[in-house]
């Protein structure tokens, strides 16, 4: 069997044409203060460089399906079941998108991304906190 080749722009647009629409930075504010999870999945060291955003969730992206899976024995405290609005950042908004994408073929139909990611949220002069805050 011989498996069809992609190029990593191929699989980041059918992840992208999966997702339901994806949220600027201000919407994205708007949908967290609405009830929606924002979970941060950027690594250690882009939190301890840029800040954290006051209210996210941070999943570390190697374990993010087992802590958003609602049946997971491992699943994160927030996460209830899988009518969840999850709304992922990442430093640039291509991480998240896969990352996303992969969420709803586990049924979190409502799982999505933010558009430009953290860099775009900073730059829209959003709430960021120091790292260790």
């Not at 941060?40 to 939190?47: E, L, M, T, Y």
């Not at 709803?104 to 430009?116: E, F, I, K, N, Y």
């Not at 860099?119 to 790292?131: I, M």
């Amino acid at each position: 069997m011989t498996a069809t080749r992609m190029s990593i722009d191929d699989l980041l647009s059918e992840a992208r044409a999966a997702l339901p629409a994806r949220p600027s930075p201000p919407e994205a504010l708007r949908l967290m203060r609405s009830g929606a999870l924002l979970i941060d999945i950027r690594g250690d060291d882009q939190r301890r460089r840029d800040g954290l955003i006051p209210g996210a969730h941070v999943i570390p992206r190697n374990s993010l399906e087992w802590r958003c899976d609602p049946s997971s024995r491992w699943r994160h405290a927030a996460i209830r079941d899988h009518e969840q609005h999850l709304v992922l950042i990442c430093d640039e908004g291509f991480q998240s998108s896969l990352a996303a994408a992969t969420l709803q073929r586990l049924g979190l139909h409502r799982a999505t991304d933010v558009q430009g990611g953290f860099q775009a949220w900073r730059a829209a002069g959003l709430p960021v906190l120091p790292a260790g805050s």
